[in-house]
């Protein structure tokens, strides 16, 4: 079992920044690929960033790329999702997710179904 809590999020104005941290307990933390979703009033969950066990290989959705930075500490049981020139679009709860296994193909790891444990979310809003 793995227990996920997410912090970080909060207010923030259009075009300002913000830092997302999600923290693991439980079982081995470099064992999962990690990744971080978002699902605003109405919408279904989307995929945004995720990253390897290792911290190699980082993958991003279009909306995300150039503005957003996943990254990850396993000595610190924590990944972290670097948000930038963000938009109110933006607007959303967003969860941490890891995936067991230590190889993922690319496209499993954009697919929420297939994440094992769960955060329970933090709101991010952004003002216009």
């Known amino acids: 079992q793995v227990q996920l809590v997410e912090s970080g999020g909060g207010l923030v104005q259009a075009g300002g920044s913000l830092r997302l941290s999600c923290v693991a307990s439980?079982?081995?933390?470099?064992?999962?690929?990690m990744g971080w979703f978002r699902q605003a009033p109405g919408k279904e969950r989307e995929f945004g960033a995720a990253?390897?066990?290792?911290?190699?290989?980082?993958y991003y959705a279009d909306s995300a790329k150039g503005r957003f930075t996943i990254s990850r500490d396993n000595a610190k049981n924590t990944v972290y999702l670097q948000m930038n020139s963000l938009k109110p679009e933006d607007t959303a709860v967003y969860y941490c997710?890891?995936?067991?296994?230590?190889?993922?193909?690319?496209?499993?790891?954009?697919?929420?179904?297939?994440?094992?444990?769960w955060g329970q979310g933090t709101q991010v809003t952004v003002s216009s």
């Open positions: 997710a890891a995936k067991d296994g230590s190889y993922h193909p690319p496209q499993h790891l954009r697919m929420a179904q297939l994440y094992n444990y």
């Open positions: 439980g079982r081995t933390f470099s064992s999962y690929a």
């Open positions: 990253i390897s066990w290792s911290g190699g290989n980082t």
